[in-house]
T-cell receptor, first 108, second 113 residues
Framework: LAKTTQPISMDSYEGQEVNITCSHN???????ITWYQQFPSQGPRFIIQ???TKVTNEVASLFIPADRKSSTLSLPRVSLSDTAVYYC?????????FGTGTKLQVIP | DAMVIQNPRYQVTQFGKPVTLSCSQTLNHNVMYWYQQKSSQAPKLLFHYYDKDFNNEADTPDNFQSRRPNTSFCFLDIRSPGLGDAAMYLC????????????FGSGTRLTVV
């Protein structure tokens, strides 16, 4: 069963850079890799996507190696407001399947 | 701002009493999705519409149905809610292929009493 795998939880102090890695089993050749952020009692929010190498936006950076079997979401200098669950869902045809996600707790 | 709007934000229904949750979008996206998210779990896809074409997930109970009368609106009908159906229900939209990600609404939290 095609799926993604990521750590269940991570803790980080404020101001540190946080890297969350996801493994992508059976990723299709033409699939983009996407990451979402979800705060309690809200819907997930799309934050970044990439196909290969590195992508950066105002929120995060995404690193994808040449074999595309994994990806790393990098959050620079996290703050308390970055405490959330981060998902790297599996993308199938016309649908996205969410795995367990990584619960990031930022500590003062 | 273009967005996905879900109403109501909170819904309380009685055990076995039909309930309808609604979702509207101003993004003009072709695809609309309904996810169920229970406490401390990941969102679980129930079904999606690609334009008027309905696609049900194999493990979605028959108790859950959906309607999409036009591009902007999509409804989730729960015919006979049970206690186990208490959850957050999330509506999302995307362009075909979802290449720029999905846009989610804020969700409707359903309580069954």
């Amino acid at each position: 069963l095609a799926k993604t795998t990521q750590p269940i939880s991570m803790d980080s102090y404020e101001g540190q850079e946080v890297n969350i890695t996801c493994s992508h089993n059976n990723i299709a050749t033409n699939d983009y890799i996407t990451w979402y952020q979800q705060f309690p009692s809200q819907g997930p929010r799309f934050i970044i996507q990439g196909y290969k190498t590195k992508v950066t936006n105002e929120v995060a950076s995404l690193f994808i190696p040449a074999d595309r079997k994994s990806s790393t979401l990098s959050l620079p200098r996290v703050s308390l407001s970055d405490t959330a669950v981060y998902y790297c869902p599996y993308r199938g045809y016309q649908k996205v399947t969410f795995g367990t996600g990584t619960k990031l707790q930022v500590i003062p | 701002d273009a967005m996905v709007i879900q109403n109501p934000r909170y819904q309380v229904t009685q055990f076995g009493k039909p309930v309808t949750l609604s979702c509207s979008q101003t993004l003009n996206h072709n695809v609309m999705y309904w996810y169920q998210q229970k406490s401390s779990q990941a969102p679980k896809l129930l079904f999606h519409y690609y334009d008027k074409d309905f696609n049900n997930e194999a493990d979605t109970p028959d108790n859950f149905q959906s309607r999409r009368p036009n591009t902007s609106f999509c409804f989730l009908d729960i015919r006979s809610p049970g206690l186990g159906d208490a959850a957050m229900y999330l509506c999302a939209t995307s362009r075909v292929g979802g290449r720029n990600g999905y846009t989610f609404g804020s969700g409707t939290r359903l309580t069954v009493v």
